[in-house]
């Protein structure tokens, strides 16, 4: 992907020579050179070029002119090409990356521009590794719909449908939850509150701070005393409540769980 690159002088000759300069750089693309202030405002608004080469004085007003009538989101790199050697602190002030002084060499030009170049590539890196990690999260986490009966995760670039009565339990597990099902679970980022309120209209149970069940795949239920159950699911787990969870477990405990005691 080529580097969008605009030119804004007033001199003929000056926006030539950096036309000229820029053209030698296969991964530089120009996408307009205009000589005023107000043709540079609405090409820097329409194009949005990722570098500018931005003369300071120029017929009808200043390069911070320009600057100064621009979106603040957008945040180009600026190289300032002037002949006044007075105005540096304002450009810096300004994000300028470099001040070049006319007249210049080439290899001044070219130093100036591969600094551009490497902010706009580390800029690049780092929204191509955001978009990573926001990948990576999107296909780890589930999405829900309070109306429906299935939970969908994507795994890996697939959608996976999980039926609410197919969910033996959820376990807490650091950062991380899990969906047991009969035989295998996923792992993915959701804390326990939140799925207690999600959960909280269908016929799960949470029976301690680390494990909310399925009230259809409990087989049996055993006191153990001291305010503490064993539940046995269908998946042949065996989970000890918590006692802080006594009163809300023996609310839930209907005849279609065998309790023994």
Request: with cysteine; net charge negative.
């Amino acid at each position: 992907m080529k580097i969008s690159t605009a030119i804004i002088d007033d001199e003929p000759y000056a926006r030539s020579r950096v036309k000229k300069l820029l053209q030698l750089d296969e991964e530089i693309k120009i996408v307009g050179e205009v000589s005023t202030e107000e043709e540079a405002v609405n090409l820097l608004r329409l194009k949005k070029p990722e570098i500018i080469f931005l003369d300071i004085k120029m017929s009808d007003g200043t390069g911070f002119d320009v600057l100064s009538r621009l979106d603040a989101e957008y945040k180009p790199y600026i190289i300032f090409i002037t002949a006044y050697d007075d105005y540096a602190l304002k450009a810096f002030e300004h994000n300028a990356i470099d001040y070049i002084l006319k007249p210049f060499d080439n290899s001044r030009f070219f130093k100036a521009l591969e600094k551009a170049k490497e902010f706009y590539n580390l800029k690049r890196s780092s929204k191509i590794n955001q978009q990573i990690s926001d990948l990576i999260n999107d296909q780890a986490t589930p999405t829900y719909d309070d109306q429906a009966t299935q939970i969908k995760i994507t795994e890996k670039g697939w959608d996976i449908f999980i039926d609410y009565a197919d969910i033996v339990m959820l376990e807490s597990n650091g950062n991380y939850c899990k969906i047991h099902l009969a035989s295998k679970f996923y792992l993915y980022k959701k804390t326990m509150k939140e799925l207690t309120e999600l959960l909280s209209s269908l016929e799960f149970l949470r029976i301690h701070r680390s494990f909310i069940l399925n009230l259809n795949h409990i087989i049996h239920v055993k006191y153990l005393g001291k305010s503490e159950y064993e539940f046995e699911l269908s998946n042949s787990s065996r989970i000890t409540s918590g006692r802080s969870y006594s009163d809300v477990i023996k609310n839930h405990l209907s005849p279609k769980i065998s309790t023994q005691g």
